[in-house]
């Protein structure tokens, strides 16, 4: 079974920071991941990716902003967001597709408001 847990959202004014996580239950050396959010109302959309080579793809509206990376040995994504704007308040989700079939954790809030 493959579960996904991510930690790290939360309130934070505009301009600053957070760190998300994204612990999986499985060895993910050989997997490509990434996250993904979604505001109310909206469509989830992509917002990084990381193959398994450590190679990233974001979004426009996050580049320079936000980085991707994982920890093989913890078995653990992070996506660390700086310069948070209003915008990018949304439940963000971790992804990972194994096997031909995508899997995504619970969700994590975030919210960027003075």
């Known amino acids: 079974q493959v579960q996904l847990v991510e930690s790290g959202g939360g309130l934070v004014q505009p301009g600053g920071s957070l760190r998300l996580s994204c612990a999986a239950s499985i060895s993910i050396s050989s997997i490509y991941m990434g996250w993904y959010r979604q505001a109310p109302g909206k469509q989830r959309d992509m917002v990084a990716t990381i193959a398994c080579n450590g190679r990233t793809n974001y979004a426009d509206s996050v580049k320079g902003r936000f980085t991707i990376s994982r920890d093989n040995a913890k078995n653990t994504i992070y996506l660390q967001m700086n310069s948070l704007k209003p915008e990018d308040t949304a439940v963000y989700y971790c992804?990972?597709?194994?096997?031909?079939?995508?899997?995504w954790g619970q969700g994590t809030q975030v919210t960027v408001s003075s």
């Open positions: 992804y990972l597709y194994r096997l031909g079939s995508p899997y």
